[in-house]
T-cell receptor, first 115, second 116 residues
Framework: AQSVAQPEDQVNVAEGNPLTVKCTYS??????LFWYVQYPNRGLQFLLK??????LVKGSYGFEAEFNKSQTSFHLKKPSALVSDSALYFC?????????????FGKGTRLSVIA | DTGVSQDPRHKITKRGQNVTFRCDPI?????LYWYRQTLGQGPEFLTY????????KSRLLSDRFSAERPKGSFSTLEIQRTEQGDSAMYLC??????????????FGPGTRLTVL
């Protein structure tokens, strides 16, 4: 069975500082990994995904994530946080070799960027 | 706006009533998904369609839930005899999938259901 863990319910960071939102996953095979962001009263928005190849993936709004197979992690990062980055972030996984399996989401991490 | 739309955005109903939600996906997308999200949780998969065919249903989808996508375009999710535990945000998403099956899903704003 697939699963995603986001160990932090809340991450607080000062504006201009680097941010990291953690994600670890479990799949039986190789994963497809995704990050989504949810702003209040808006739908989830896609940020970035890892399919194969380069372990460092760059996405929207200056975000990036690093796939680490040995640690089964896919942490979201940004070099310099903005107040407008404050939102709810979700990591999601799909097992690449299990046919049409649905996305499995983590519980989410609320990011608060303080001016 | 050519994104995924959902109607209604909010629904308040009394226990035991039936409710129906609609989702209009991005027009060229062949896959349509329904999720449920409760407070403090990530979206939980309910069911999905490839064109008009319903290919998978979660065990979360009890017999009171039914979904359709009759012409492979919009979809409806009906909940019969609603219970207070059905109160949640119901999310719809769509994607354009080929053989690779790794494209991102585009989400609608959701329908918030409150069962009194």
């Amino acid at each position: 069975a697939q699963s995603v863990a986001q160990p932090e319910d809340q991450v607080n960071v000062a504006e201009g500082n680097p941010l990291t939102v953690k994600c670890t996953y479990s799949v039986s095979g190789n994963p497809y990994l995704f990050w989504y962001v949810q702003y209040p009263n808006r739908g989830l928005q896609f940020l970035l995904k890892y399919i194969t190849g380069d372990n460092l993936v760059k996405g929207s709004y200056g975000f990036e994530a690093e796939f680490n197979k040995s640690q089964t992690s896919f942490h979201l990062k940004k070099p310099s946080a903005l107040v407008s980055d404050s939102a709810l972030y979700f990591c999601a996984v799909r097992d690449r070799h299990s046919g049409n399996t649905p996305l499995v989401f983590g519980k989410g991490t609320r990011l608060s960027v303080i001016a | 706006d050519t994104g995924v739309s959902q109607d209604p955005r909010h629904k308040i109903t009394k226990r035991g009533q039936n409710v129906t939600f609609r989702c209009d996906p991005i027009s060229e997308h062949n896959r349509l998904y329904w999720y449920r999200q409760t407070l403090g949780q990530g979206p939980e998969f309910l069911t999905y369609f490839q064109n008009e065919a319903q290919l998978e249903k979660s065990r979360l989808l009890s017999d009171r839930f039914s979904a359709e996508r009759p012409k492979g375009s919009f979809s409806t999710l009906e909940i019969q005899r609603t219970e207070q535990g059905d109160s949640a945000m119901y999310l719809c998403a769509s994607s354009l999938e080929g053989l690779a099956d790794h494209n991102e899903q585009f989400f609608g704003p959701g329908t918030r259901l409150t069962v009194l």
